[in-house]
Protein backbone atom coordinates (compact mmCIF):
# COMPACT_ATOMS: atom_id res chain seq x y z
CA UNK A 1 0.00 0.00 0.00
CA UNK A 2 1.60 3.14 -0.95
CA UNK A 3 1.04 6.42 1.11
CA UNK A 4 2.22 9.88 0.43
CA UNK A 5 2.20 12.33 2.93
CA UNK A 6 3.15 16.13 2.73
CA UNK A 7 4.37 18.78 4.47
CA UNK A 8 6.10 22.06 4.48
CA UNK A 9 2.80 24.73 3.69
CA UNK A 10 2.64 27.58 6.13
CA UNK A 11 1.42 31.07 6.40
CA UNK A 12 3.54 33.35 4.32
CA UNK A 13 3.46 37.47 3.04
CA UNK A 14 2.68 37.51 -0.34
CA UNK A 15 6.33 37.55 -2.28
CA UNK A 16 7.84 34.82 0.49
CA UNK A 17 8.87 31.48 0.01
CA UNK A 18 8.10 27.67 0.64
CA UNK A 19 9.29 24.66 0.16
CA UNK A 20 7.11 21.69 0.34
CA UNK A 21 7.56 17.75 0.89
CA UNK A 22 5.73 15.15 -0.52
CA UNK A 23 7.03 11.43 1.19
CA UNK A 24 6.31 8.31 -0.42
CA UNK A 25 6.39 5.15 1.68
CA UNK A 26 5.37 1.83 -0.15
CA UNK A 27 6.26 -0.73 -2.05
CA UNK A 28 6.44 -0.64 -6.00
CA UNK A 29 5.84 3.21 -5.95
CA UNK A 30 7.90 5.00 -8.34
CA UNK A 31 8.19 8.88 -7.25
CA UNK A 32 9.04 9.74 -10.81
CA UNK A 33 5.34 9.29 -11.82
CA UNK A 34 4.41 11.86 -9.05
CA UNK A 35 3.32 15.62 -9.55
CA UNK A 36 1.66 18.66 -7.18
CA UNK A 37 -1.99 19.54 -7.23
CA UNK A 38 -3.34 22.39 -5.33
CA UNK A 39 -6.90 23.17 -4.42
CA UNK A 40 -8.30 26.77 -3.77
CA UNK A 41 -11.65 27.13 -1.62
CA UNK A 42 -14.71 26.23 -3.78
CA UNK A 43 -12.71 25.62 -6.74
CA UNK A 44 -11.59 22.55 -8.26
CA UNK A 45 -8.06 20.22 -7.69
CA UNK A 46 -5.74 21.38 -10.25
CA UNK A 47 -2.46 19.85 -11.53
CA UNK A 48 0.37 22.49 -10.65
CA UNK A 49 3.48 20.65 -11.45
CA UNK A 50 4.98 17.35 -12.75
CA UNK A 51 7.29 15.28 -14.86
CA UNK A 52 6.18 14.23 -17.98
CA UNK A 53 7.73 10.70 -19.07
CA UNK A 54 10.47 12.23 -20.92
CA UNK A 55 11.42 13.74 -17.55
CA UNK A 56 11.02 16.73 -18.44
CA UNK A 57 8.79 19.58 -15.58
CA UNK A 58 5.80 20.69 -16.73
CA UNK A 59 4.01 23.55 -14.67
CA UNK A 60 0.76 25.22 -14.97
CA UNK A 61 0.43 28.79 -16.84
CA UNK A 62 -0.27 30.30 -12.98
CA UNK A 63 3.01 29.15 -11.46
CA UNK A 64 5.44 28.71 -14.52
CA UNK A 65 8.52 30.86 -13.28
CA UNK A 66 7.99 30.85 -9.65
CA UNK A 67 7.51 27.16 -8.40
CA UNK A 68 9.78 24.67 -9.62
CA UNK A 69 9.39 20.50 -8.63
CA UNK A 70 12.47 18.54 -7.74
CA UNK A 71 12.76 15.19 -6.38
CA UNK A 72 15.13 12.99 -4.69
CA UNK A 73 14.83 9.09 -5.62
CA UNK A 74 17.00 7.98 -2.39
CA UNK A 75 14.90 9.72 -0.06
CA UNK A 76 11.56 8.77 -1.93
CA UNK A 77 10.43 12.79 -2.08
CA UNK A 78 9.62 14.79 -4.32
CA UNK A 79 9.45 18.81 -3.71
CA UNK A 80 7.56 22.06 -4.24
CA UNK A 81 9.56 25.06 -4.33
CA UNK A 82 7.33 27.80 -4.14
CA UNK A 83 8.94 31.80 -4.77
CA UNK A 84 7.14 34.81 -4.98
CA UNK A 85 3.79 33.83 -3.77
CA UNK A 86 0.81 35.42 -4.24
CA UNK A 87 -2.55 35.18 -2.17
CA UNK A 88 -4.19 33.91 -5.18
CA UNK A 89 -1.74 30.96 -4.42
CA UNK A 90 -3.73 30.20 -1.14
CA UNK A 91 -4.71 26.44 -1.25
CA UNK A 92 -4.56 22.66 0.18
CA UNK A 93 -1.66 21.37 -1.56
CA UNK A 94 -1.29 17.39 -2.55
CA UNK A 95 1.02 15.51 -4.14
CA UNK A 96 0.07 12.44 -6.23
CA UNK A 97 0.36 10.37 -8.91
CA UNK A 98 -0.82 11.72 -12.51
CA UNK A 99 -3.99 10.31 -13.93
CA UNK A 100 -5.58 7.78 -14.27
CA UNK A 101 -3.68 6.35 -11.64
CA UNK A 102 -4.56 8.47 -8.49
CA UNK A 103 -4.24 6.95 -5.49
CA UNK A 104 -6.39 7.60 -2.49
CA UNK A 105 -5.56 11.52 -1.59
CA UNK A 106 -3.87 12.43 1.42
CA UNK A 107 -4.57 15.47 3.94
CA UNK A 108 -2.15 17.64 2.06
CA UNK A 109 -0.42 20.59 3.22
CA UNK A 110 -2.07 23.95 3.40
CA UNK A 111 -0.51 26.77 2.13
CA UNK A 112 -1.76 30.78 3.06
CA UNK A 113 -0.29 33.93 1.15
CA UNK A 114 -1.63 37.22 2.76
CA UNK A 115 -1.40 40.00 0.99
Known amino acids: ???????GGGLVQAGGSLRLSCVASGTAYSIES???????PG???DLVAHYN???R???AD???GRF???RDNARNT?????????PEDTAVYYCNSLPPLLLPWGQGTQVTVSS
Do not use: F, H, P
Not at 1 to 7: I, M
Not at 78 to 86: A, E, F, P, R
Open 1 to 7: QVQLVES
Open 34 to 40: TGWYRQA
Open 43 to 45: KQR
Open 53 to 55: SAG
Open 57 to 59: TIY
Open 62 to 64: SVK
Open 68 to 70: AIS
Open 78 to 86: VYLQLNDLK
